[in-house]
């Protein structure tokens, strides 16, 4: 069983950054791949960015330029770099994990999920 714990949530200005932390820790698979998703209060849940375990990335185009995904397979740690926050930013940010498949997806079937960690972005 794998467990995933993020960190590094808050409350911050229009304009500032915020880092994000998830550590994975049990059973995860030989070829993972991980990634942030979020939830806007209200609306579904979205991705924001993806990694395979060899460092290809995934990133969507609403944040694109923005932020930054990264992994530490010798922590199993995985990274959210957020600058240039917006307020339609503000969600509860989530990580996941799961066993890669030949391409790399903002839309992942059935990962393991972490407790989740809010952002909040005042205008």
């Known amino acids: 069983q794998v467990q995933l714990v993020e960190s590094g949530g808050g409350s911050v200005q229009a304009g500032g950054s915020l880092g994000l932390s998830c550590a994975a820790s049990g059973n995860t698979y030989s070829r993972y791949c991980m990634g942030w998703f979020r939830q806007p209060p209200g609306k579904g849940r979205e991705g924001v960015a993806s990694i395979r375990d060899n460092g290809v990335t995934l990133t969507a185009d609403s944040v694109k330029g923005r932020f930054t995904i990264s992994l530490d397979n010798s922590k199993n740690t995985l990274y959210l770099q957020m600058n240039s926050l917006k307020p339609e930013d503000t969600a509860m940010y989530y990580c996941?994990?799961?066993?890669?498949?030949?391409?790399?997806?903002?839309?992942?079937?059935?990962?393991?999920w972490g407790q989740g960690t809010q952002v909040t972005v005042s205008s």
């Open positions: 996941g994990l799961w066993p890669c498949g030949r391409f790399l997806t903002l839309n992942p079937t059935n990962p393991e």
